[in-house]
């Protein structure tokens, strides 16, 4: 929650593709039902967006995925966000995810296949890189796979690691980070077969499984994690589609619902979220069905911080829809607000 006691929505979105930036809105706290309060126009491409928490209260931080690379943090503390310090640069092309991590702030460079770690000021103002930890290698795809392509970056449940997803090199590596030098060290690393091209991964409420979504290869892996060794274990991989599918299509984002009982994953080409269940296990998966994602390509999914409401970001059809949920875990849509080029959702 904010210092307001409301719970608010932020939106990112490609301004090099007709984005306003990042869009604040009001949460309603029945239905969901987002509204557009304003629009935060400081840096190109705010494609994703973290919340970390300060004695004040909470700060946006976003990234500006472009070919140099930079985040900006905001207080939204208060009704209208304030940016705290210049946009800082982040040393690396293409940031493309980023996380908040005790004192600091981490983001995937996808440009340049590496994960950047940056301090924070006490008041949660981002400082200049204390590291830059390249990746390694490449994968088969004769495309997106000639070099390492950092997807996402995230800290475990524990918060003793952190995880980074390389679309690139069909991996997951886990790292330590060291507080008191800023730098991060490569621990271990889970290899996934050639051509996966790994996006994003979500933990299970335990935290002790993960579930790794693949973008080239439409499937998500099940993984067995251990938080006291830092060993990340593939179990089973699962096709979103048993069947088969008849266009192109690209999975971007996986969410787990809060009674460990589904998953979601947004999949764009059939611009649909995939509903897989969980046993109580949290091994055995089964996909029960997909439901249409409210719009085209959708970028980014969302949990509503009560479990009740999903969120999909749809980039090409400009809009974030939210969905009712039940015990079923069958998404039913409930509205939408025009975002266009939205690309990620977040809320404080």
């Not at 979105?13 to 007709?18: A, L, Q, R």
């Not at 600091?104 to 006490?122: E, F, N, Q, R």
């Not at 091994?283 to 009560?306: I, K």
Request: net charge negative; with cysteine; glycine share 10%.
């Amino acid at each position: 929650m904010n210092g307001t006691g409301a719970l608010k929505a932020f939106i990112g979105s490609f301004t090099s593709k007709g984005g306003p930036g990042i869009v604040h809105a009001t949460v309603d706290p029945h239905t969901g039902a987002l509204t557009a309060a304003g629009i935060i126009e400081t840096v190109p491409d705010p494609s994703y967006l973290a919340v970390g928490h300060r004695d004040r209260g909470p700060v946006l931080y976003c990234v500006s995925e472009t070919a140099q690379g930079a985040v900006a943090g905001f207080d939204v503390s208060g009704p209208v966000p304030r940016l705290l310090g210049e946009p800082v640069p982040t040393g690396a092309a293409e940031p493309t995810h980023l996380t908040v991590h005790e004192d600091h702030l981490m983001t995937a460079d996808y440009g340049s296949g590496s994960v950047t770690l940056l301090p924070l000021a006490a008041d949660g103002t981002p400082l200049a890189p204390s590291s830059v930890l390249p990746h390694e290698g490449s994968g088969p795809h004769p495309e997106r796979q000639l070099a390492p392509h950092a997807h996402q970056v995230l800290q475990d449940p524990s918060g003793d690691w952190v995880l980074s997803v390389d679309l690139g090199t069909d991996s997951v590596r886990v790292c330590c980070l060291d507080p008191h030098t800023g730098q991060l060290t490569l621990h271990h690393v889970m290899d996934l077969p050639p051509g996966t091209g790994p996006r994003h991964l979500a933990f299970h409420p335990r935290g002790d499984h993960a579930y790794v979504l693949g973008e080239l290869r439409p499937t998500v892996t099940v993984c067995r994690w251990n938080p006291a060794t830092g060993v990340l274990q593939p179990i089973e991989e699962r096709p979103l589609f048993p069947d088969g599918v008849g266009v192109p299509v690209q999975p971007s984002a996986p969410v787990v619902s809060q009674d460990s009982r589904h998953l979601w994953a947004a999949v764009r080409g059939t611009d649909t979220i995939a509903v897989l269940s969980l046993d109580e296990t949290g091994e055995v998966m089964r996909v029960v069905t997909s439901v249409p994602c409210g719009g085209r390509w959708p970028r980014d999914l969302a949990l509503h911080p009560a479990g009740a409401h999903l969120y999909a970001a749809n980039e090409r059809s400009g809009d974030v829809t939210w969905f009712d949920l039940d015990e079923s875990g069958v998404p039913r849509r409930s509205g939408s607000l025009a975002v266009p080029a939205a690309s990620a959702v977040v809320f404080a």
